[in-house]
């Protein structure tokens, strides 16, 4: 069975700081997908980014950058420089490609706090 | 612009109700998700489709059930509501091009309260 561990429940840091938000997931298959959600305080869920299991580059989109890692089964996120409007819970999330499966299983959340 | 809708945004309900929150896109896509978010639980599924007459559970479908008489809409009825069915209830779709890995898009949510 799939599982996404967010080990960090709450990160607080102050603004300029940079912050990684790790994760860790457990999956038989070796084509699965990763993805990070961010939810900001108004609530909505928005989508950051989907990697799949066979692309090992690490991804950067301006301060944010994403460090997958197949040996240690983790997909790390740093945001660079924080801000105040990155406050919010973020997800990881991971989708098995085996059998008829397109469901996505969610860690629990990581809520990073960026005070002024 | 395609997008994905949910109402009521709020809605308080006594025990015992049926409760139908609604769940449309426009996206044309074939896969359509409900979840429930709960504090310490993060996200979990209740009910799934992909496509039109189907409709599978999820890990608490439980109190639940869902009909997909379209491809745009989801909804999704509470039988009997109770107390522990308060929750914040999140629908989502996905395309299938790209097989399991599409992503899923996510309405505004619908906060529930049931007294």
């Known amino acids: 069975a799939q599982k996404v561990t967010q080990a960090q429940t709450e990160i607080s840091v102050v603004e300029k700081e940079d912050v990684t938000l790790d994760c860790v997931y457990e999956?038989?298959?070796?084509?699965?997908?990763l993805f990070w959600y961010k939810q900001p305080p108004s609530g909505e869920l928005v989508f950051l980014i989907r990697r799949n299991s066979f692309d090992e580059q690490n991804e950067i989109s301006g301060r944010y950058s994403w460090n997958f890692q197949k040996s240690t089964s983790s997909f790390n996120f740093t945001i660079t420089a924080s801000q105040v409007v990155d406050s919010a819970v973020y997800f990881c999330a991971l989708s098995e490609a085996g059998g008829s499966n397109y469901k996505l299983t969610f860690g629990k959340g990581t809520l990073l706090t960026v005070n002024p | 612009d395609a997008e994905i809708t949910q109402s009521p945004r709020h809605k308080i309900t006594e025990t015992g109700r049926q409760v139908t929150l609604a769940c449309h896109q426009t996206w044309n896509h074939n896969n359509m998700f409900w979840y429930r978010q709960d504090l310490g639980h993060g996200l979990r599924l209740i009910h799934y489709s992909y496509g039109v007459q189907d409709t599978n559970k999820g890990e608490v479908s439980d109190g639940y059930s869902v009909s997909r008489s379209n491809t745009e809409d989801l909804p999704l009825t509470l039988e009997s509501a109770a107390s522990s069915q308060t929750s914040v209830y999140f629908c989502?779709?996905?395309?299938?091009?790209?097989?399991?890995?599409?992503?899923?898009?996510f309405g505004p949510g619908t906060r529930l309260t049931v007294l």
């Open positions: 989502a779709s996905s395309a299938r091009t790209s097989g399991r890995g599409d992503t899923q898009y």
């Open positions: 999956t038989r298959d070796t084509t699965y997908y």
